[in-house]
């Protein structure tokens, strides 16, 4: 009883500390599920106060977590990250340097410039925290920079950017703010940066590498587009110092004192407790359970701790306005836990306006008409010759085959588009450049057909050169569809590659090639999908534009219900309904941030309708026949 009046009197002060605000609480629906409220604060710390549903799924996760009751709070942290352009270059150089020098501490964490150190933050007063940072953002948004200029410094351990005393005092005066605003409202105590603001390239490489990583640095030109975001991050403080490994397949314990695995689960461990475990062994804690145990670390690789920290709120600095034409007292607006600065009617550019009001979206494409479609299962007969290679008997087979391992009969069970299919990803690419679409990420199925469909998607928006197609074997087709019993077969990236496709190399699948399970159980493959689609947004940055997703027509329903809140469908109902979708069909989701949710909407282009078109045997026509 002492317990539960505690409670009560904990949610009051919430209650009453949060009037006033306009968003909804997210507290109450928890409460309402019959969870505790010290437990719900610290699921909804845990998962940056987004949803509802996100934090619901955290209790239920780490309902056997021994450390759930405790008092622990979350520490965090405030950077000014780079968007746009400018960012665009930074990845690169990131990817660059790793590949031509190797891992350094830069690459630990995203690119960003440290503004207040970690602090500490109680769970029942973050929703204060974000007010702190609304009102140091407005308080300095007038006379931020136009732009933040950046010089060039190196030395034997160190290259990164410094920023010149100007826009840094003014930066300072944010962090300074923020400081104070957290201290009244949330009663935290945060220190900003001291140092010299910098944004860090590269950190503790090998001397010899110092005259490449300066040549890679040369290249981004600092002086790229960019609006500045303030954004708090959280992680756990417990495990500040411990290695953090991802995990790569599913591993299902055999021993009570083992860690279930599941592709994309990040583990905590400490080197210095490694004693009692056995040579190929860890023990560590699971951040999406809590729990702790043994684990093969052969299902594992090494991760960045910083792939664990949690982006709550930001503050978007934006450069696109005209700050001498606000008015006094415009109210700044917040979307997807954002806070943007009101924008004014007369904004200088259009381009300008489209960027600032648009929402991030999903658009879920289903691939192309694939040959086997149109001539059946014995498609491959038809256009084999004797001595194994490829000829093209109907004008709809394509026109060539890429090489792969395994020759012609790799594409027995991987089968292309047909020429129509071509042509209609064509068309889809086509409408969508006229849509006007911004395209930010492009995922697709391991699939040829799917594959092919998102490059000429991407020629046809003059995206081939820039968006790299991130391969996803998570979210490919139920595996009980497909006609083999073994795992399904794929081209590899090499291949993709050496043919001509502009693959990602640097993404990291949810899950990989060789964990997906011949003839899997509905619930496999929906559960599968729901967590591509967690790994598919966490690989984007959170900014408007549209997530291009190419894969079958189950994708249509498995990939966009985990982002509504739905639960899955009837096996039935579901079979049923996939079995409809047409080549080419389409699946809108736009992020409503207002509301915190994702809606269904209508798709940028029109729907793709073509008849069917029979063979013709001029033979037929011969007299007397």
């Known amino acids: 009883m002492a317990a539960a009046a505690g409670e009560t009197q904990l949610y009051a002060k919430v209650s009453s500390k949060l009037k006033g605000h306009s968003r909804p609480s997210l507290l109450d629906p928890l409460l309402a599920l019959g969870f505790p409220a010290h437990t719900a604060l610290k699921a909804l710390a845990a998962t940056g106060r987004k949803t509802v549903e996100e934090a619901s799924t955290w209790l239920h996760c780490h309902g056997n977590d021994p450390t759930l009751d405790d008092p622990i709070p979350q520490e965090y942290a405030l950077f000014l990250c780079p968007t746009g352009p400018l960012l665009e270059r930074l990845e690169e150089f990131w990817r660059e340097s790793k590949r031509q020098c190797t891992k350094n501490r830069a690459h630990e964490v995203f690119p960003h410039v440290t503004l207040c150190e970690f602090f500490t933050c109680e769970d029942q007063k973050v929703e204060r925290l974000y007010e702190a940072l609304k009102r140091a953002g407005d308080r300095v948004l007038a006379s931020f920079p136009a732009t933040v200029p950046l010089v060039l410094h190196s030395s034997a351990s160190y290259l990164g950017f410094f920023i010149s005393d100007g826009p840094a005092d003014t930066l300072r005066e944010f962090a300074t703010a923020f400081s104070t605003e957290a201290a009244v409202l949330a009663d935290c105590s945060v220190k900003p940066c001291a140092k010299q603001l910098h944004l860090t390239l590269a950190h503790k490489f090998y001397p010899h590498h110092q005259r490449t990583l300066e040549q890679l640095a040369r290249a981004i030109h600092p002086g790229q587009p960019c609006q500045w975001t303030a954004a708090l991050f959280s992680r756990d403080m417990r495990f500040v110092h411990y290695q953090t490994l991802r995990a790569l397949f599913q591993y299902r314990p055999q021993n009570a004192d083992e860690l279930l695995l599941s592709p994309g ?310 079979a049923q309904l996939v079995r409809k979708i047409p080549a080419l069909g389409m699946c809108f989701c736009e992020e409503n941030t207002e509301e915190g949710k994702w809606e269904l909407a209508s798709p940028p282009v029109r729907t793709l309708t073509h008849g069917a078109n029979a063979a013709f045997n001029w033979r037929n026509w011969i007299p007397g026949s």
Not at 312 to 329: I, P, Q, V
Not at 350 to 359: D, E, P, T
Not at 434 to 458: E, Y
Request: with cysteine.
């Open 265 to 574: 689960d990040y583990i905590f461990v400490d080197p210095t407790q490694q004693d009692e475990a056995s040579e190929g062994w860890a023990i560590g804690t699971s951040q999406r359970t809590g729990c702790r145990g043994f684990l093969p670390e052969n299902y594992t690789e090494r991760a960045s701790e910083a792939d664990t920290w949690v982006k709550h709120r930001t503050y978007t600095f934006s450069l696109a306005m005209d700050l001498n034409s606000r008015k006094d007292g415009e109210a700044g607006g917040r979307r997807d836990g954002e806070f943007h600065p009101a924008t004014p009617r007369s904004i200088s550019s259009v381009q300008a306006l489209q960027a600032v009001i648009s929402r991030r979206s999903v658009l879920v494409i289903r691939h192309g008409e694939r040959v086997d479609q149109v001539f059946g299962k014995s498609w491959l007969q038809q256009c084999s010759t004797p001595d194994g290679k490829y000829y093209r008997p109907d004008l709809n087979f394509p026109r060539c085959l890429p090489s792969r391992s395994g020759g012609l009969k790799g594409f027995e069970l991987d089968p292309p588009l047909s020429s129509c299919g071509s042509f209609q990803a064509r068309l889809a690419g086509d409408s969508l450049l006229d849509s006007g679409v911004r395209i930010t990420a492009v995922f697709s199925s391991p699939a040829l057909r799917c594959v092919q469909t998102a490059r000429h998607i991407l020629e046809e928006l003059k995206l081939e050169k820039t968006v790299k197609i991130r391969i996803e074997p998570g979210i490919f087709e139920w595996t009980k569809w497909e006609a083999s019993k073994a795992s399904p077969s794929f081209m590899a990236l090499a291949e993709l590659r050496e043919a001509g496709f502009s693959v990602d190399p640097d993404y990291r699948p949810a899950f990989p090639l060789c964990s997906l399970l011949p003839a899997e159980s509905y619930a496999q493959y929906v559960d599968r999908c729901a967590r591509s689609m967690e790994r598919v947004l966490g690989a984007c940055p959170p900014e408007p534009g549209t997530i291009l997703i190419v894969s079958h027509s189950s994708a249509l329903d498995s990939c966009t219900r985990p982002l509504l809140g739905l639960p899955p469908r009837d096996c039935g109902a579901f």
